[in-house]
């Protein structure tokens, strides 16, 4: 499977909708200190707005609602993975992403057979506490060499600057936070993101 190289994560389905016109083919909502009536709808709302641009959404852990969506993905962290029924999702024809820390969380991933792996955070981020210190550009070329072909995603502390030397290690795909959502101008700074990447503008 082949995957955008540059992924988004927004936490609005308000946000969907001013980086969809930009380029944006892959997306991911991350809901967070909302009620579930709320989530529900930011996710019916972002699920409608991809498929009218030809895009398709990731959802964050809420993967019943993301099955009662008809979503394109659901991401799953470790603990999320205690929960979730993939099965459930897999016959919904839900793809799933997994997260990965280390190499005890990979090994339960790759068991599990997800469609695509996230590594991170590989610099140092301030996005939110982590028990994790900085995975480096070494464990991506790690990670893709024990993985083979299944789409390795690399998140946390990247910016287009760095963004070249990530791929140069090994991902395929580069998941931005900050550095779209709290940049001065949002909408140039994602366009500099799709053309780092080679994403069409």
Known sequence: MKLPR????VETAQWVARLLPLGVRLVQLRVKDRTDAEVCGEIRKARTLCARAGAQLVVNDYWQMAMA???DFVHLGQGDLDMADLP????????IGISTHDHAELERALAL????LALGPIYPTLLKVMPWSAQGLDRITEWKRRIGIIPLVAIGGLTVERLQGVFAAGADV???VSD???SPDPVVRTQEWLAAAGNPV
Request: some cysteine; glycine content about 4%.
């Open 6 to 9: 540059v992924y988004p994560i």
């Open 69 to 71: 969506e008809e979503c």
């Open 88 to 95: 459930a999702l897999r016959r919904a024809g839900i793809k």
């Open 113 to 116: 057979e997800p469609d695509y």
């Open 174 to 176: 580069a998941a931005v």
């Open 180 to 182: 779209i959502v709290r």
